[in-house]
């Protein structure tokens, strides 16, 4: 009961949503119970207070919970749309603004039963014919008539999603529903763009938006960073045999250095140096032009061949990761000549360096790690964006376990 307790009160509310797919749930709870127990274990062992438990109560609850959670999770899930069909108890609403913002937000509420929200339909000022397609939801009148209608009928939510630029039409709008007892929010237009770790703040009671912002800031920078030290030590002990068989390799194989220094992009885009086994009969690191390895490449090595396909030639990059110049995980630093080829073409493609570069990624694990084409690059920064977005420790170690998984089966590690 102490443990469970205890639990309850670190992980509460927990890191699922019931409108998460299956296999997120799923990928949530496992890694998130793994860290949990890794840290807890880890507090125990080192205060000795782990003696004070059965050892075998210990054991059954750390791998007995995440199937309870899970099981908990759906039971509940089901319960609820349950609940929600029988009773009807569904908020209603209506969405003042035809518009991208408008449908967005009413696609939302279409998608998720779970926020419990049913949209009536919409108020717009312009003709029905020049209004975009609204998913089957009405348009009730012009924006004149939306306070008449709220009052005659039974709304509970009113969201304006109209342009900033209408602050006159705004503020008029606000007096007449004063006399509602609706809710009233607004849905600012600046949210058709992608935000980056989109939030909101206060710097001294002025609220400002963050439409693009670096994930890792105040607590979550301090977790990411030891995170970071700590799994780069656990791994360079049991790693530094295989690191010295790797460097007897290079060496032998053929004339050259054993580590190959890389200029990179790093965070906020300054360059760094990168560190990686050669595997290559050449060492130019693409600070003014790069030629992507290609499949029979003559430029590898029959050895480099091999440490290039089994990721072995990146292990020294954990020595970047101590000199706080890369991360475990994160978007994968490519040739400074590719960064300034491709930051023309791709919107968003600085964007990645609002983080230190990664070992490894969420675009790496998706199946873009080589590849140098417009299209593939396009999905790869894609992912590094997604990633950005919804970044967690928990994800970092999904990420990690998924890197072990397909290292060695990726078709583009050549």
């Not at 091999?306 to 101590?322: A, G, H, M, Y």
């Amino acid at each position: 009961m102490v443990v469970a307790v205890l639990t309850f009160s670190l992980l509460f509310p927990g890191v699922t949503r019931f409108n998460d797919p299956p296999r997120r749930v799923l990928r949530k709870v496992a890694t998130s119970w793994l860290l949990f127990a890794a840290v807890l274990g880890s507090f125990g062992v080192a205060s000795g207070y782990i003696n004070n438990f059965p050892q075998a109560a210990l054991i059954n609850w750390t791998l007995l919970t995440p199937f309870a959670l899970l099981a908990a999770h759906f039971v509940a899930r089901h319960i609820l749309l349950g609940v929600l069909a029988k009773t009807g108890k569904q908020r209603t609403a209506v969405v003042c603004g035809v518009n991208e913002v408008g449908l967005r937000l009413t696609r939302q509420f279409l998608d998720n039963p779970y926020l419990g929200c049913r949209v009536v339909g919409f108020f717009d000022d312009r003709a029905l014919d020049r209004l975009p397609e609204t998913n089957n939801i009405p348009t009730l009148g012009r924006i004149g008539d939306l306070a008449e209608f709220v009052k005659t009928n039974r709304i509970d939510h009113i969201y304006l999603a109209i342009p900033m630029a209408s602050q006159p039409r705004i503020l008029g709008l606000l007096d007449d529903l004063k006399d509602t007892t609706a809710s009233v929010f607004f849905v600012p237009d600046i949210f058709v763009t992608d935000l980056i770790q989109g939030q909101i703040h206060s710097i001294s009671g002025i609220p400002v938006v963050a439409v693009c912002e670096t994930p890792f800031t105040g607590f979550r920078g301090i977790a990411k960073r030891l995170s970071d030290i700590a799994i780069s030590t656990v791994l360079l002990i049991p790693l530094a045999p295989v690191m010295l068989f790797v460097a007897l390799g290079v060496r032998m194989s053929s004339s050259g250095p054993v580590i190959f220094r890389q200029k990179r992009y790093g965070l906020d885009g300054q360059e760094i140096i990168v560190y990686k086994f050669r595997s290559m009969t050449v060492t130019e690191d693409g600070n003014r032009s790069y030629t992507q390895v290609t499949k029979q490449d003559a430029r590898v090595t029959k050895f480099g061949s091999f440490i290039r396909k089994t990721s072995l030639d990146e292990l020294p990059q954990f020595i970047n990761v101590l000199q706080g110049r890369m991360s475990i995980v994160g978007p994968r630093p490519h040739a400074i000549a590719v960064n300034e080829q491709y930051r023309r073409l791709i919107p968003g493609y600085m964007v990645r360096h609002k983080v230190k570069p990664g070992i490894t990624g969420w675009a790496q694990v998706n199946g873009y790690r080589g590849g140098d084409d417009l299209e593939h690059m396009k999905k790869r920064i894609e992912f590094d964006l997604e990633y950005l977005k919804n970044w967690s420790l928990s994800h970092d170690i999904w990420i990690i376990f998924k890197t072990v998984a397909v290292v060695f089966k990726d078709k583009h590690a050549y």
